[in-house]
């Protein structure tokens, strides 16, 4: 646990600035668009904060895969919860996402959609390396 713990500080605080970074793009993108004119200084700060919370969480929990008494479909599960509310929350806390049913059922199909949908990609890419390593081993 230990051991997890200290894995998943060093890679959230590794990723933690791209939060930051990400929502300033963001920002300077709907502000050339006119979407957004002016923030204020509580909109901003809780916008940095938060983002750098979401980064770090999102960087971490991956750690959760290299748990080896913990089933492959239990870390999968895990991962994807974690980022849900995450996401979820610092969404909600921002405004980013209206508190009400119809947003966060989209925002929830959206998530696992989007979840699965890269599984199946790291899914296939892994089993099409497995099949090319086993082709050169069965060739020597």
Do not use: C
């Amino acid at each position: 646990m230990k051991k997890f713990l200290k894995d998943f500080v060093k890679q959230g605080l590794m990723a933690a600035w791209g939060g930051p970074v990400v929502l300033a793009i963001i920002y300077a993108i709907l502000g050339l668009n006119g979407v957004t004119e002016t923030l204020t200084v509580k909109e901003m700060s809780m916008g940095i904060l938060s983002s750098v919370l979401m980064a770090f969480i999102a960087a971490g929990i991956p750690v959760v895969y290299r748990q080896e008494k913990l089933p492959l479909s239990m870390a999968i599960l895990i991962h994807a919860a974690v980022l849900y509310l995450d996401y979820l929350i610092v969404y909600l806390m921002n405004g980013w996402l209206k508190n009400d049913t119809t947003p966060i059922l989209v925002f929830t199909a959206i998530f696992f959609a989007g979840f699965a949908l890269i599984w199946l990609i790291i899914w296939q890419i892994n089993k099409r390396q497995v099949s090319r390593l086993n082709e050169k081993l069965n060739a020597q």
